[in-house]
């Protein structure tokens, strides 16, 4: 079975950069046709996509937050990272990833899911 496990520290400070690593085990974040997604959830919101990186490695980035997101992949390590940068109170969030099939907006997979939190 595939796991993916989320990492990274629990507490930002504001104007920092949220870095944030998911594991992937079970299954190559380079297999065709699979996606891999960060998607975050507020406290007493819904769940929010925030983008995702293509099995070919390119990457796809929710226009409300691209100009503060980046996305990397390390395939030696099957791993793939989220950059939030500029970060404020509302970042903060439970994160998950998770893994797409086909882009299709299914997930088959998820993380457990890290809770980040925003504040000096």
């Known amino acids: 079975q595939v796991q993916l496990q989320e990492s990274g520290p629990g507490l930002v400070k504001p104007s920092q950069t949220l870095a944030l690593t998911c594991t992937v085990s079970g299954g190559s974040i380079t297999t065709n046709y699979y996606y891999w997604s960060w998607i975050r959830q507020p406290p007493g919101k819904g769940l929010e996509w925030m983008g995702a990186i293509r099995f070919s490695g390119n990457i796809y980035y929710s226009p409300s937050l691209k100009s503060r997101t980046s996305f990397s992949r390390d395939t030696s390590k099957n791993q793939f990272t989220l950059q939030l940068s500029s970060v404020t109170p509302e970042d903060t969030a439970v994160y998950y990833c998770?893994?797409?099939?086909?882009?299709?907006?299914?997930?088959?997979?998820w993380g457990q899911g890290t809770q980040v939190t925003v504040s000096s």
């Open positions: 998770a893994r797409d099939v086909a882009g299709s907006g299914d997930y088959d997979y």
